[in-house]
């Protein structure tokens, strides 16, 4: 059975290992292994998990299948004082992918932002990670194209997309 319950702080010791299984899969032909390093140390040490949580309204969401967790999400309502859900992560392991779970997620969040009243969802996403194509199939339009400078010299050359509620 799929379930997607909220996570705690007891679920990000989870988190952190789907993403340290996830990311090199995901952006091994894109990033280097030292920026893929970094970014994963930075984004997603205890603290940094913790201030999303507690300081800047982030919520978890992680999925599982008969109690065994396949991938999570975070996501922030109000983002920037507007009415707009964001949508900071959705990570699945890479042997769970294209089976619609992403969808189910998606979905999750798309019934919450709603809940909330949110006009629109946001997210940034990679410009040559194959989820944007995912996310273009689930109704997310480009707005804008970002450069984020993320420490060490390193960039996220992003891909702002925007579905309208």
Same mark, same amino acid.
């Given at each position: ?58 919520? #978890?969401? !992680?999925?599982? &299948?008969?109690? @065994?967790?396949? $991938? ?5 309502? %109000? =983002? ?59 109704? #997310?339009? !480009?707005?804008? &194209?970002?450069? @984020?400078?993320? $420490? ?5 050359? %992003? =891909? ?6």
């Amino acid at each position: 059975m799929i379930t997607i319950s909220e996570a705690t702080t007891k679920d990000f010791k989870t988190i952190r290992e789907i993403a340290f299984a996830t990311w090199p899969v995901v952006y091994g032909e894109i990033l280097s292994k030292a920026q893929i390093d970094y970014m994963l140390d930075s984004f997603y040490s205890e603290e940094t998990l913790i201030a999303n949580l507690t300081q800047k309204g982030h919520h #978890f969401l !992680i999925i599982k &299948e008969n109690e @065994i967790p396949l $991938g999570f999400a975070s996501y922030a309502h %109000d =983002y920037l004082n507007t009415n707009c859900t964001r949508l900071h992560k959705l990570y699945l392991l890479p042997e769970t992918q294209g089976k619609g779970l992403g969808k189910l997620m998606l979905d999750s969040i798309v019934a919450l932002a709603k809940e909330n009243k949110s006009d629109k969802i946001s997210l940034n996403v990679n410009r040559f990670n194959k989820a944007f194509v995912f996310y273009q199939k689930m109704g #997310f339009e !480009i707005v804008a &194209e970002e450069d @984020i400078a993320v $420490g060490q010299g390193y960039l996220m050359e %992003d =891909y702002k997309m925007e579905l309208n509620l």
